[in-house]
Structures are given as structure tokens and as C-alpha cells.
T-cell receptor
Framework: DAGITQSPRYKITETGRQVTLMCHQT?????MFWYRQDLGHGLRLIYY???????DKGEVPDGYVVSRSKTENFPLTLESATRSQTSVYFC????????????FGSGTRLTVV | KQEVTQIPAALSVPEGENLVLNCSFT??????LQWFRQDPGKGLTSLLL?????REQTSGRLNASLDKSSGRSTLYIAASQPGDSATYLC????????????????FGKGTLLTVNP
């Protein structure tokens, strides 16, 4: 199916563990983004990518790592999970910066215990 | 720093009522403004995108307006239905202050709309 898919939908992990959230899009969009959504903070940008092998930090990048070896995939890794990283994570993609809108995945609800 | 504010934070209306959701932003140097809908436990669905050169966009019962100079946008929902119940988010796109070629999408915290049958 065309679209943007995230996996897993739900994840529980322990403090200190490494966890990777997956994001896959089928539109060949150049731009991809990772956001986290928390009560009281709204949506905040973690990392973004303008193309394969080009990534840059957003507002809250600490504790996260991204890669983009292929245009369609943009995994987000928590190197050593902390309880403050409990959140809902959304991946998004866009065909450009200014002319088009963003499309979001369904999210991954991550709980760090 | 761009700040996006949405008022009210929550709104409850009877079915059939016309309603307006408000979004304001502090930096008028934006490229576009997008309205999203988010259902509980779900992702964001794009509703309307207004370019900075446009005044409004319409889709079905939804109409979004943009007044860039005053830093305001409104989302008008006509003849509201229980299925419209969701959180509505606005987001503005501007160039990142750090320079370079990156842009930044800044979200408001949303308006939780409940339409009662």
C-alpha cells in the first residue's frame, strides 16, 4: 500500500536498552522527519533528512540517532533509552520544503520503564 | 522563535453548529500554514494547506483563512457532525533561524473539539 508506515505501533522497553523505531514511505519523498508528541509540549522535531545520507538535528535531538541509507527508510534509534523518552513518535514525509504539505505516519507509542 | 497558539484549547458544541478554531503565530515570515486533524491514538491527517500568498482554502465543510500580516489563521467548520470530534492542530512553516537551507514546521498544541449528538 502507498503511504508512510511506522513500526512497531507499541513498544515497551527498559531503561538503558537500545531501541529502533522504523519508518518507511512509498512516495519517494525527499524529506523525512521524526517528531515526538508529549502532553504540554505538543509536537517537537527530533531529526530530519533532506535526502538519502543527509540528516540534521531538530529541536530535541539528544539521545537519538538517525540514518537514511535509502530514500524510503528513516529509522530512529534511542541509543540508551531513558524514562523521559516515553512518548508518541511520529514520522512524516514531504516532497519539498515549502510548496507542499507534510504527511504523517500513525505513530509509535514508546514506554520506557 | 516562532510560537504558535491555538484558542480555545477545548471546545464542545452541539451537532449542526458552525464553529471557528483559531491559530495565531508570532513570526509572520512563513511559507505556508497547514491544518491537521488528529483522532485519539492516531496520526495526523492533513486537512488544508494555505500558501503564504493565499488568503483561504476550502475543502468540503472546511474553510481555512490566513492573514499573514496579523499572524492569524482560522479554521471554519460548517454544520458540525459528531464525526468531526478530534484534536485540530495548526502548523506554520518558516525558514530555520540557524540559516542554511532548512525550514522548520512549528505546531500549536491543538484544539480538542467535541461535537455532541
Amino acid at each position: 500500500d502507498a503511504g508512510i508506515t511506522q513500526s512497531p505501533r507499541y513498544k515497551i522497553t527498559e531503561t538503558g536498552r537500545q531501541v529502533t523505531l522504523m519508518c518507511h514511505q512509498t512516495w519517494s519523498h525527499s524529506y523525512m522527519f521524526w517528531y515526538r508528541q508529549d502532553l504540554g509540549h505538543g509536537l517537537r522535531l527530533i531529526y530530519y533528512s533532506a535526502a538519502a545520507d543527509i540528516t540534521d538535528k531538530g529541536e530535541v535531538p539528544d539521545g537519538y540517532v538517525v540514518s537514511r541509507s535509502k530514500t524510503e527508510n528513516f529509522p530512529l534509534t534511542l541509543e540508551s533509552a531513558t524514562r523521559s523518552q516515553t512518548s508518541v513518535y511520529f514520522c512524516a514525509s514531504s516532497g519539498g520544503w515549502t510548496g507542499v504539505g507534510y504527511t504523517f505516519g500513525s505513530g509509535t507509542r514508546l514506554t520506557v520503564v | 522563535k516562532q510560537e504558535v497558539t491555538q484558542i480555545p484549547a477545548a471546545l464542545s458544541v452541539p451537532e449542526g453548529e458552525n464553529l471557528v478554531l483559531n491559530c495565531s503565530f508570532t513570526d509572520s515570515a512563513i511559507y505556508n500554514l497547514q491544518w491537521f486533524r488528529q483522532d485519539p491514538g492516531k496520526g495526523l491527517t492533513s486537512l488544508l494547506l494555505i500558501q503564504s500568498s493565499q488568503r483561504e482554502q476550502t475543502s468540503g465543510r472546511l474553510n481555512a483563512s490566513l492573514d499573514k500580516s496579523s499572524g492569524r489563521s482560522t479554521l471554519y467548520i460548517a454544520a458540525s457532525q459528531p464525526g468531526d470530534s478530534a484534536t485540530y492542530l495548526c502548523a506554520v512553516l518558516r525558514r530555520g533561524y540557524s540559516g542554511g537551507s532548512n525550514y522548520k514546521l512549528t505546531f500549536g498544541k491543538g484544539t480538542l473539539l467535541t461535537v455532541n449528538p
